[in-house]
């Protein structure tokens, strides 16, 4: 049986060490124009906090740095922090998808240093899309693991704004689509079955082009190497997942009918400015609506993820928090 308490599966930290890095940062993303308060922080306790309020059992952590230094540095800091809050906390160990051989080096650190519970990457991380053929060593040994793995997708967070506006309110939506579809084209989900990618934010505009993606990607007008037909495609779409951070009101219907819902897990997407308390809890509320609305159970995506993570739902059906009600 499943611990009782939903498990949000997008959930990002930060790793300042003193107050002027922090600044630095927060700078940054106002450059970015992405306008962040001065307050603005992170912490394991903000995180509880959040759980607690909204019957989220356990989070799992993620976060890509642009420097392998810095994304190792986060990788342990992660792992710390599952040391620290097992029942609570699961990490995604992060990936330098810019180089493979990295790559291949820190999934084995994940596997035999860190107990990562999955694996992070960015859609687009330093100008390398997911897509790109040099990363198929590190699928091939992902996909050879006799657990299987789980790569938890997000798109670009240091991508430049556009139009005046910060990348994450809609530019997000549009990366990820095109990184799936030039995944798909190339038939990674099918070559490599044992790894489950879960991409973020319902899978960004995809879910509403998958019609037109089925009807049309097979013609011959497309560039298609590897020969997709229309059933080709619905099958690939069929095996990837998506999260329902910040999209599930009108996202999460048509993200169903691509996937199937079993395949949609929960993200809050917590521990980043472009979410406060009040829009995680809108979003979580609309994904406990539209389910209803489909007649489906309103709890069914927030326990979708122990399926995909079970030494997670172990540690968290073990030391179960008394209290936790995801109702």
């Known amino acids: ?28 993303m106002r450059d970015a124009c992405f306008m962040v308060a001065d307050s603005w922080s992170w912490s394991v306790d903000d995180s509880l906090a959040y759980q607690d309020q909204a019957g989220v059992q356990m989070q799992l952590l993620s ?3 642009q420097t392998i230094e810095k994304l190792r540095a986060a990788n342990d800091f992660a792992a710390d922090v599952v040391k620290r809050h097992p029942s609570r906390f699961g990490m995604l160990c ?13 999934i084995e650190r994940g596997r035999s240093e860190l107990d990562a519970d999955g694996f992070a990457v960015s859609a687009v991380y330093k ?7 040099a990363l198929d060593p590190v699928w091939s040994r992902l996909n050879a693991l006799s657990e299987g793995a789980v790569v938890f997708s997000h798109p670009n967070a240091y991508a430049p704004p556009k139009d005046g506006r910060p990348t ?32 973020s934010h319902c899978g960004g505009v995809l879910p509403m082009l998958a019609g037109r993606l089925e009807l049309l990607g097979g013609e011959s007008w497309v560039p298609n190497p590897e020969k997709l037909t229309s059933k080709d495609i619905k099958e690939e779409l069929s095996r990837i997942w998506v999260d329902c951070a910040a999209t599930a009101e009108t996202g999460l219907q048509p993200a169903i009918k691509m996937v199937g819902s079993a395949q949609v897990v929960y993200g809050a997407d917590c521990g980043v400015p472009c979410s406060r308390s009040e829009t995680m809890e809108r979003n979580r509320k609309s994904v406990k609506k539209v389910l209803e609305e489909l007649g489906l ?22 030391n179960e928090v008394n209290g936790i009600d995801a109702h």
């Open 1 to 28: 049986m499943a611990p009782k308490g939903w498990l949000d599966v997008h959930t990002h930290f930060y790793t300042w060490s003193s107050e002027p890095e922090r600044q630095i940062a927060i700078q940054g």
């Open 63 to 65: 976060y890509l740095p």
């Open 94 to 106: 992060a990936l330098p998808t810019d180089d493979p051989k990295a790559c291949l080096a820190e």
């Open 127 to 133: 100008d390398v899309m997911l897509s790109s053929p």
């Open 168 to 199: 994450p309110l809609i530019e997000v939506a549009f990366e990820t689509a095109r990184v799936i579809v030039d995944l798909l084209y190339r038939r990674t989900f099918t070559k490599y079955p044992n790894v489950k990618f879960v991409f």
């Open 297 to 318: 159970e309103e709890d069914l995506v927030g326990r979708n993820g122990w399926n995909l993570f079970p030494r997670a739902a172990a540690r968290a059906k073990k």
